[in-house]
């Protein structure tokens, strides 16, 4: 089946420190890999996304590249801020056809708390 | 702007009180997501419309019932809930681009049931 695995938080960086989250992920096939990010309070919202193997993802600083050899999609970031304290969701979105396209699997999030 | 709109933000009620969530969007697609998201879990989808076509997770509760009247509206219906329904529940959509289109998301409604 399809499942994805988080690295256990809390996660707290001072600022400009780098980043890493480990993902990985088991599939039945050739899954979409994603990203998404929640702040306090709000729903979740789409970070970066990678649709196929060697796929790198990026945005506001952050990436993460789809390794199908290590069945993994780390995300990775050179320098946290304050303001990217947050819930990290990695997640992968299977095959599906009709009514399943687009249907997410998540990992459990990691909380990443970066002081100044 | 474009949007994935759930009310009300917050809502209280009591044990066994039925109680109706909303979400609205203004993407036109195609696809309407309810999840439930429990504190410092990971969002657990409920079930999902397909156009008018609903589909059910397996593990779902029967308590938990939805409606599509349109494109634009889907309503998650909790018909007698428990302590343990408390829990944010987030709307979410998508268009038909396949396994690689990302699903749009409200800010949710965080439900407590007293």
């Known amino acids: 089946g399809n499942s994805v695995t988080q690295m256990e938080g809390p996660v707290t960086l001072s600022e400009e420190a780098f980043l890493t989250i480990n993902c990985t992920y088991t599939a039945t096939g050739y899954p979409s890999l994603f990203w998404y990010v929640q702040y306090p309070g709000e729903g979740l919202q789409l970070l970066l996304k990678a649709t196929k193997a060697d796929d790198k993802g990026s945005n506001k600083g952050f990436e993460a590249t789809y390794r199908k050899e290590t069945t993994s999609f780390h995300l990775e970031k050179g320098s946290v801020q304050v303001s990217d304290s947050a819930v990290y969701f990695c997640a992968l979105s299977d095959r599906g056809r009709g009514s399943t396209l687009g249907r997410l699997y998540f990992g459990r999030g990691t909380q990443l708390t970066v002081w100044p | 702007d474009a949007m994935v709109i759930q009310n009300p933000r917050y809502q209280v009620t009591q044990f066994g009180k039925p109680v109706t969530l909303s979400c609205s969007q203004t993407l036109n697609h195609n696809v309407m997501y309810w999840y439930q998201q429990k504190s410092s879990q990971a969002p657990k989808l409920l079930f999902h419309?397909?156009?008018?076509?609903?589909?059910n997770e397996a593990d779902t509760p029967d308590n938990f019932q939805s409606r599509r009247p349109n494109t634009s509206f889907c309503f998650l219906d909790i018909r007698s809930p428990g302590l343990g329904d408390t829990a944010m529940y987030l709307c979410?959509?998508?268009?038909?681009?396949?396994?690689?289109?990302?699903?749009?998301f409200g800010n949710g409604t965080r439900l407590t049931v007293t």
């Open positions: 979410a959509t998508s268009g038909t681009q396949g396994r690689s289109s990302p699903l749009h």
């Open positions: 419309y397909y156009d008018k076509d609903f589909n």
